[in-house]
């Protein structure tokens, strides 16, 4: 209790001083560099498998609670910008950090500094939110509120150093030296590389591919597990009304099947969202995803009703409305259903059940 009163005041604090900033600008013309944001969402949410009162709902990376009123995230941000050297810091809190961020750092959403090469190229280097995924852990970036379950086991965050090209409107290129798999502070001594290739073949079509490759086990342990993850996706608009994104990962990890613990494990997963403008302040998102990690190197492992242990399996359809009352700000109704494999009773109706229906209304602003 103590800790979470010391976060709310910390960002409390945080807020009025960026405010106070945010009035000084007007005054001294140093401050026209800095850019400041917000964003407020809160929500009611209800799940068919309930764990209890006020419990975070597994697999759930927004709006977590059970028939609760909650504040899925509350976010204030500075920015810097100048000729020659940028700097980002980010603060954020409510149940989507609760859920899904460093417990080291639970305020801290991001914060780095950096420093223009030549000729459009810029190394930065601090805490980051992650360059892998198909949707990002705010809901104000994607078509729906909730994330599928792809999304809740990528990484959310990361540190380290990115080299970025900056020089072109259609390419977007970066190279990442970070310390781990969604880690701010890693597991092991091990860092791990990865890329973001993003290009627009035409105005309304969009190619993005990332990865990330690196040594998992812990210090010391032996064999070494090492983990490769590739994410591609396509965002493609064919009208002024339908938006489409298609994406997918596949990662592997050595001496971690179960069956096999010698052997390499493999996993999978991909979505597809489908948004239908019917005016410029109403619209209507179906999405259907997979996920499948038998091995669970990634989700973790579960005992299934034979006994037997297993990684994650399922699929998923959701289906969500939006209405726009201003250009920055939003209200959706939003139901959903997962499936696990029918022997991976995984969630809690009277009894183990292997699936879950779920249902949100949220509200959002962007300032």
């Keep these: 209790m103590k800790s979470i009163r010391k976060q709310t005041v910390f960002l409390a604090a945080m807020t009025l001083c960026f405010f106070h900033i945010a009035k000084a600008q007007e005054k001294t013309s140093i401050w026209g560099n800095f850019d400041f944001s917000g964003y407020i969402e809160v929500y009611y949410a209800a799940y068919s498998d309930s764990l209890g009162a006020n419990v975070l709902q597994e697999f759930a990376t927004t709006v977590p609670r059970d028939q609760r009123f909650g504040l899925n995230i509350v976010q204030v941000g ?9 700097g980002n810091l980010t603060l954020h809190y409510g149940d989507i950090p609760k859920a899904i961020w460093d417990p080291d750092f639970p305020v801290l959403q991001e914060a780095n500094v950096g420093v223009k090469l030549a000729n459009e190229w810029w190394i930065d280097a601090g805490f980051f939110r992650t360059h892998i995924g198909t949707e990002s852990f705010l809901p104000k970036d994607n078509y729906t509120t909730s994330t599928t379950v792809a999304s809740y086991n990528e990484p959310f965050y990361q540190s380290g150093v990115r080299i970025a090209y900056e020089g072109s409107d259609k390419l977007d ?21 990865g890329l973001l290739f993003s290009y627009s073949l035409r105005e309304d079509l969009q190619l993005t591919y990332t990865n990330l490759f690196g040594r998992e086990s812990l210090d010391g342990i032996s064999p070494k597990q090492f983990r490769t993850y590739h994410n591609l996706y396509v965002n493609y608009s064919p009208s002024p009304k339908i938006y489409l994104t298609v994406g997918g990962d596949v990662g592997t990890q050595g001496h971690s099947q179960l069956a096999k613990p010698d052997n390499a494990a493999l996993m999978y997963n991909a979505l597809a969202t489908l948004r239908y403008q019917f005016t410029d ?13 038998p091995d669970g190197f990634i989700s973790g492992t579960y005992e299934d009703s034979f006994g037997n242990m297993s990684g994650l399996q399922l699929m998923g359809y959701t289906l969500s409305t939006e209405y726009k009352p201003t250009s920055n700000s939003y209200v959706r109704l939003e139901g959903r259903w997962i499936q696990a494999k029918d022997d991976l009773t995984i969630f809690h109706h009277d009894g183990p059940a292997h699936d879950r229906l779920e249902g949100s209304l949220s509200m959002g602003i962007v300032f």
């Design 78 to 86: 500075i920015h810097y910008q100048d000729e020659r050297i940028r």
């Design 173 to 193: 290129f970066q190279f990442w030296v970070v310390n781990g798999y969604n880690y701010f502070l890693d597991a092991n001594n091990a860092k791990s590389v």
């Design 281 to 293: 302040d109403y619209s209507v998102t179906g999405r259907v995803e997979t996920f499948q990690d």
